[in-house]
T-cell receptor, first 113, second 113 residues
Framework: DTEVTQTPKHLVMGMTNKKSLKCEQHMGHRAMYWYKQKAKKPPELMFV???????INESVPSRFSPECPNSSLLNLHLHALQPEDSALYLCASSLGEGVLTQHFGDGTRLSIL | AQSVTQLDSQVPVFEEAPVELRCNYSSSVSVYLFWYVQYPNQGLQLLLKYLSGSTLVKGINGFEAEFNKSQTSFHLRKPSVHISDTAEYFCAVSDDNFNKFYFGSGTKLNVKP
């Protein structure tokens, strides 16, 4: 069982919908990450939060909006997505920013109609 | 700039045979190297990492890797594979701040009975 929990596991949405992905960890980690993974490709970093503040934004389009309401929770708000945004979205956490071992959740598989 | 090359996109092997998954890197600074495994419909799990010290690194599930600076390689090996090792394997190098992983394109290990 993974220690990083992501919900939902699957999400299908239209291009005009607004939805959110949720990630939760209770390991006391202070750094959390969002990755995007297309089929048969490696994960690509999207955002890094450190102590609940946005630390890295890898030039991600504004239709993806991250939020870190507390140290255990990380959300990714989605609005007006495009079909090419269909992918597996992975959340990870680590003890602190710069700590080498990241713990990954099982991901949310997102399909945009 | 840092990058990782995994030359083999797929490696088929019979159960109980040895396997080597190849990884070459390029980096102009000190390197920190990692191998991750991704089982179907799951996130990534750290197998092992090289930070410094002994060039032979042992990881989980019987895997090991050897850092070779002169050949800029970090190949992953296992002396005897199991069906359960069937998965996608990613080699990665981190930046100096360890916030970003530069992943290789992945190698699909397919263990046959």
């Amino acid at each position: 069982d993974t220690e990083v929990t992501q919900t939902p596991k699957h999400l299908v949405m239209g291009m005009t919908n607004k939805k959110s992905l949720k990630c939760e960890q209770h390991m006391g980690h202070r750094a959390m990450y969002w990755y995007k993974q297309k089929a048969k490709k490696p994960p690509e970093l999207m955002f890094v939060y450190s102590y609940e503040k946005l630390s890295i934004n890898e030039s991600v389009p504004s239709r993806f909006s991250p939020e870190c309401p507390n140290s255990s929770l990380l959300n990714l708000h989605l609005h007006a997505l495009q079909p090419e945004d269909s992918a597996l979205y992975l959340c990870a956490s680590s003890l602190g920013e710069g700590v080498l071992t990241q713990h990954f959740g099982d991901g949310t598989r997102l399909s945009i109609l | 700039a840092q990058s990782v090359t995994q030359l083999d996109s797929q490696v088929p092997v019979f159960e109980e045979a040895p396997v080597e998954l190849r990884c070459n890197y390029s980096s102009s600074v000190s390197v920190y190297l990692f191998w991750y495994v991704q089982y179907p419909n799951q996130g990534l799990q750290l197998l092992l990492k090289y930070l410094s010290g002994s060039t032979l690194v042992k990881g989980i599930n019987g895997f090991e890797a050897e850092f070779n600076k002169s050949q800029t390689s970090f190949h992953l090996r296992k002396p005897s594979v199991h069906i359960s090792d069937t998965a996608e394997y990613f080699c990665a190098v981190s930046d100096d701040n360890f916030n970003k992983f530069y992943f290789g394109s992945g190698t699909k290990l397919n263990v046959k009975p």
